[in-house]
């Protein structure tokens, strides 16, 4: 397994579940086909499955499937709370191949988001926003929620998920803090009485929050 991923906690958190190796890579900052080809090549094993964790990196890991001896599959994971459930769903006792289907159907199965904050006046979606606001993106990067009250946007867009899910993970990064983190887990918890919400450290840039519903 090879992930890419940006931030200390979230790369953590996968090598916990085993993966081989972690490239660094976020948003404004994806590896190139060259780092991720140096990455699978260095991982000793007879098959590859790789995790891009964003939209950005998906069409560079598949230039690498032909480039390697080596079978490489690749999932296309739109972030890491979608790569951590892809890795739940793993089967060790299938190739790469036949994994792909199953973890990638696990990676959709979620619901995720990012908050960050616009870094200027804009038009997303039909939606205007304003430099500074917050903004809450899904992972097709379609606007769910914006405003200047951080909070309010935050449970506008908890609020527009879909009901069903049990457990909602914040992973906070850039910006935020445990106790910011705590704060806006119980006031999520308010909002929606019977889920479970958790905390976990990503140190994820850019996105003040990484949110994930399953």
């Known amino acids: ?20 190796a972690v490239v660094s890579g976020g948003q404004t900052s994806n590896p190139s086909t060259g780092e991720l080809l140096a990455a699978i090549n260095a991982v000793e094993a007879q098959q590859i499955i790789v995790l891009p964790n964003n939209p950005n990196v998906i069409l560079a890991a598949r230039q690498c499937v032909t480039m390697t001896d080596r079978p490489v599959v690749i999932v296309p994971t739109r972030n890491a709370a979608e790569g951590f459930a892809a890795l739940l769903a793993l089967d060790p006792n299938l190739d790469a191949t036949a994994n792909a289907a199953p973890m990638t159907e696990a990676a959709r199965s979620i619901q ?16 205007k926003v304003k430099r500074g606001g917050t903004i809450v993106l899904d992972p ?39 106790a910011e983190a705590e704060s806006m887990a119980r006031r999520i918890g308010g909002a929606t009485p019977g889920i479970e919400v958790e905390v976990r450290h990503g140190g994820q840039p850019y996105y003040r929050y990484l949110i994930a519903a399953e």
Not at 5 to 11: I, M, N, R, S, T
Not at 140 to 145: F, H, M, R, T
């Open 1 to 20: 397994m090879v992930a890419v991923v940006a931030g200390d906690g979230l790369a953590a958190i996968f090598r916990d579940f085993g993966v081989a």
């Open 112 to 127: 995720s988001l990012v908050v960050t904050e616009a870094v200027r006046d804009a038009t997303i979606g039909g939606r």
């Open 140 to 178: 097709d990067d379609g606007l769910v929620a914006s405003g200047s009250d951080r909070d309010a946007a935050i449970l506008a867009g908890v609020a527009a998920m879909t009901p069903g899910y049990e457990l909602l993970t914040l992973f906070y990064g850039d910006g935020a803090d445990l």
